[in-house]
């Protein structure tokens, strides 16, 4: 049986990444023009093929061009398997739905957020045939076996949904996969050819890896913990360091560990970081961290491993407003984190989310001065967004119960800068989507940082990719395109 998995292009969003949503969204293309490679896919389709099945993955998400291919491949697929995102609900069904004309014998199956979520919202869409709500590696070979061996009854499967005669049935959910080490690397042969872009990357080509799932945090904005359980279950150092030679054998430079948080076993961050000096593994790498899981010591330690940068989640700089989002971290000790990797000379990102609960206009002031104070090489603000599976939006639905009436809502309104951010404060939708703009332009167009971040680089290949990202956050804080 042939598997054919795709991530379609987006008119909505350019360079979309549907792996992860923790809830905010930049209007227009991505801020910097990243483009991710699709590790989410990737273990999808390596899973598949370690099942003896034929698989083929594109991502014309990342290259366009890749669209006419898709279409091609799919007159001789059996099942077209895709991952989902609220973002891009339905250029995603619709997409489906032109592979359907194509070929009407294909079955679909969407897995992701949004069909984990709203599964009955999904179900509505014709063009699909299946869901599968939460991780999708284990549930998906069930389903596999089952459509190969041409089994009308999937009840034996959980953690599936389908339709029956137009009637919606939700399976109970499955477990979650509590040995990660059992899964397969990701096979990146699957990747086609594409120059994955990411300006704060220093060396290329790069890749991501992703080495634990879950988080224990209450976060109202998040979708993570829901999606993949409030237990952290994180590979082994040795299945890490296995994937990570390999990748270094096969030429690539630099590592993105895009875990919620890398550095929430600490004993295991230091393994990994004290391994891969032992072995000398040429690879500088980003991760994710969460303020309060890394010390100054921790962090000189992933230093010398090959650590550049650490991506935190600051969120805002006002202690109300964190404590509105159920953030669980304090001002002062993100201030302090900031502080301690800049004096040992590790690149920072700061995450920053404006249009809060409880969020106003000056507020926004006091955040953007806390941005510049606590200095990060680079900062991102995007627009506090309401996802299904998070608190946040469960509190949206009392004031807009249409959100989930497939016939009116266009998911696509979570998604425009502050549509629905006047539901939680005094701001107006205007006023918001100003405000973002005006933030990056504070923020990026000083004299004093530029003339420091150009100082900082330290190669023709780096210098290309920040005036590439320079010139979309010009783009983005002008005219917000």
Known sequence: MKVLIVSPPSKLAKNVVRDFLYGC?????????????PTSLL?????????????YLYDASAEPKLDDKIKEEVKTSQVVVMM??????????AYLEELKKINKNIK???????????????????SVDFIIRKEPEEILIKLLK????????????????????????????????????????PDRSFLPDIDYFNPIVKRMPYTTVVTSRGCPGKCIF????????????????????EELEMLSKMGYKEIFFRDETFTFYKKRNEEICHEMIKRKIDLTWICNARVG???????????????????????????????????????????????????????THAHIMLGCYGETLETIKETIKFAKEIRPSTVSFAVFTPYPGTELFESLLSKHPDITDGSECDFKKIHTSGFFNESFTSLKKEELDGA??????SFYFRPGYILDFFLRINSLDELKRVIIAGSNIFDFSLRGE
């Open 222 to 241: 998040c979708t993570v913990p829901e999606f993949y359980g409030y237990k952290v279950r994180a590979r082994s150092s040795g299945s890490v360091i």
């Open 436 to 441: 973002i703009k005006k933030a990056y332009r």
């Open 108 to 126: 679909t199956v969407i897995f992701g957020s949004h069909p984990t979520f709203m599964p009955s919202f999904s179900l509505q869409k014709k």
């Open 43 to 55: 273990y999808v389709a390596t899973t598949i093929k370690s099942a003896g099945y034929e698989v």
């Open 25 to 37: 969204w930049c209007k227009g293309k991505r801020i910097g023009g990243t483009k991710m490679p």
């Open 146 to 185: 089952a459509i190969d061996e041409d089994r009308e009854n999937w009840k034996d499967i959980p953690g599936t949904g389908y339709r029956i005669n137009d009637e919606i049935v939700l399976n109970e959910p499955h477990k979650y996969i509590e040995n990660l080490d059992n899964l397969p690397i």
């Open 84 to 93: 989902v995102s609220t973002s891009t609900f339905h250029e995603d069904t």
């Open 293 to 347: 899981t890394v010390d100054k010591a921790t962090m000189s330690l992933m230093k010398k491993a090959g650590c550049h940068m650490i991506k935190f989640g600051v969120e805002s700089g006002v202690q109300e407003i964190l404590d509105n989002i159920k953030k669980g971290i304090k001002v002062e000790d993100t201030r302090k984190v900031f502080k301690e990797a800049r004096e040992i000379g590790l690149d």
